[in-house]
């Protein structure tokens, strides 16, 4: 299934360099990190009765697709190499 983040830049670039050292990818990393955290054996993960919808662009920020946000990030990081 596919579903679209808001992340904060410094989380992401975090997991990005994360997912670098170990050699995966982000979906493989946010698969298995939320993976173990669903099935914490304390308890401290609770489940939302509903998750939390809002409007794209009710809060300001674009409606982008997958593929537009992909093609932001390569330009982003292909800007820092030059």
Do not use: C, H
């Amino acid at each position: 299934m596919r579903t679209t983040l808001d992340l904060p830049d410094p989380l992401f670039r975090q997991a990005k360099a994360l997912a670098a050292q170990r050699g995966t990818s982000l979906k493989s990393l946010f698969a298995d990190m939320l993976s173990k955290a669903l099935n914490e054996p304390d308890g401290t993960v609770r489940r939302m009765d509903r998750p939390p919808i809002s409007q794209a662009g009710a809060l300001g920020i674009p409606a982008r697709s997958n593929g537009e946000l992909a093609r932001m990030l390569e330009q982003e990081d292909a800007a820092k190499l030059r």
